[in-house]
């Protein structure tokens, strides 16, 4: 397979900018898209600030790399060596744009989908060459978290997974390969059953928001970072573990549906910080406050990680 040299980002919300900005400092030549000259112009200045973590957390420029901004897809995509998708979580729609893409791009380049859940086999179904889909699934925000889920359809091709899991260890971060591809991934999974026990707590009075956020932070999260769950496992010993799981998960969340909390605030449009409100309130000065002080304090505890 040709060595990926030059990337396509398509779609410029949350995540775009930020990958971009990681490819670009590993050396390669990055082309951001999106239809919206808005959405690009807001990209740029995403993109600036992801640079800047970068140079907090010292990462080396290996020198060659670019990232422009382009609104026309075909110009976007035209000698890339592989295609980063980054649109919206629909399946029709990245099934279109999949469609789209064969017509624009060589028959090797890779095709790799940041969708945080959607099954890559399900949208590569379609295609003339589904081999070169692969899941790329990077964590948010995508400046900061060295780590990338790595899905691999049906039909990928073993030559595709190879090539993205060594894109994963050249960009500085570290690939998990999938043995079994799953709804939600694996990060996913984890997170969305964490939230699913949380709000149960909430929906049942037993604790209020900000009183859970504490116990979890201090409690789980801060300890989590140190020793991951299966090593925490060995650590406390699995017939301590055993024992209080044998009454405990008969008493954990298994609610198929979703929170009656969370489900209330969105009904009345306190979406969280988009809306101002959500289960705290958030002020235009409170958000950049936030926004600054999450991101150094992440810097902070990436480079202990690391070290």
Same mark, same amino acid.
């Given at each position: 397979?040709?060595?990926?040299?030059?990337?396509?980002?398509?779609?410029?919300?949350?995540?775009?900018?930020?990958?971009?900005?990681?490819?670009?400092?590993?050396?390669?030549?990055?082309?951001?898209?999106?239809?919206?000259? &808005?959405?690009?112009?807001?990209?740029?200045?995403?993109?600036?600030?992801?640079? @800047?973590?970068?140079?907090?957390?010292?990462?080396?420029?290996?020198?060659?790399?670019?990232?422009?901004?382009?609104?026309?897809?075909?110009?976007?995509?035209?000698?890339?060596?592989?295609?980063?998708?980054?649109?919206?979580?629909?399946?029709?729609?990245?099934?279109?744009? *999949?469609?789209? !893409?064969?017509?624009?791009?060589? &028959?090797?380049?890779?095709?790799?989908?940041?969708?945080?859940?959607? =099954?890559?086999?399900?949208?590569?179904?379609?295609?003339?060459?589904?081999?070169?889909?692969?899941?790329?699934?990077?964590?948010?925000? =995508?400046?900061?978290?060295?780590?990338?889920?790595?899905?691999?359809?049906?039909?990928?091709?073993?030559?595709?997974?190879?090539?993205?899991?060594?894109?994963?260890?050249?960009?500085?971060?570290?690939?998990?390969?999938?043995?079994?591809?799953?709804?939600?991934?694996?990060?996913?999974?984890?997170?969305?059953?964490?939230?699913?026990?949380? !709000?149960?707590?909430?929906?049942?009075?037993?604790?209020?928001?900000?009183?859970?956020?504490?116990?979890?932070?201090?409690?789980?999260?801060?300890?989590?970072?140190?020793?991951?769950?299966?090593? !925490?496992?060995?650590?406390? @010993?699995?017939?301590?573990?055993?024992?209080?799981?044998? *009454?405990?998960?008969?008493?954990?969340?298994?609610?198929?549906?979703?929170?009656?909390?969370?489900?209330?605030?969105?009904?009345? @449009?306190?979406?969280?910080?988009?809306?101002?409100?959500? *289960? *705290?309130?958030?002020?235009?000065?409170?958000?950049?406050?936030?926004?600054?002080?999450?991101?150094?304090?992440?810097?902070?505890?990436?480079?202990? !990680?690391?070290?």
């Amino acid at each position: 397979m040709t060595e990926i040299k030059r990337a396509a980002i398509l779609g410029t919300g949350t995540m775009g900018p930020g990958m971009g900005a990681v490819l670009a400092r590993a050396g390669l030549q990055v082309t951001l898209y999106d239809v919206n000259e &808005d959405a690009l112009a807001r990209a740029r200045g995403t993109a600036e600030i992801a640079r @800047g973590v970068l140079d907090k957390l010292e990462v080396v420029d290996k020198g060659g790399g670019s990232l422009s901004f382009e609104s026309d897809l075909a110009t976007a995509v035209k000698d890339a060596d592989i295609v980063v998708e980054a649109i919206p979580e629909k399946l029709e729609l990245k099934q279109q744009v *999949f469609a789209e !893409l064969e017509g624009l791009i060589r &028959d090797d380049t890779i095709i790799a989908s940041n969708t945080s859940g959607i =099954p890559i086999t399900r949208m590569a179904e379609k295609l003339t060459h589904p081999e070169r889909v692969v899941g790329w699934h990077w964590s948010n925000p =995508p400046a900061l978290i060295p780590m990338n889920e790595i899905i691999v359809g049906e039909k990928t091709a073993p030559e595709v997974t190879a090539a993205t899991e060594q894109l994963t260890r050249d960009i500085g971060y570290e690939p998990v390969t999938l043995k079994k591809e799953v709804p939600g991934f694996v990060e996913n999974r984890v997170l969305y059953a964490i939230m699913r026990e949380c !709000l149960a707590l909430l929906d049942e009075g037993v604790v209020d928001a900000a009183g859970l956020d504490l116990c979890v932070r201090w409690g789980i999260g801060y300890k989590l970072a140190v020793v991951p769950p299966i090593q !925490l496992l060995d650590m406390a @010993g699995l017939d301590i573990y055993t024992a209080v799981a044998s *009454f405990l998960n008969q008493d954990l969340s298994n609610e198929a549906g979703i929170s009656k909390t969370a489900t209330d605030l969105r009904d009345a @449009g306190t979406l969280g910080i988009k809306s101002g409100r959500g *289960f *705290f309130e958030y002020s235009p000065e409170r958000i950049r406050e936030l926004g600054a002080m999450r991101a150094g304090k992440l810097v902070g505890v990436r480079k202990v !990680l690391e070290a």
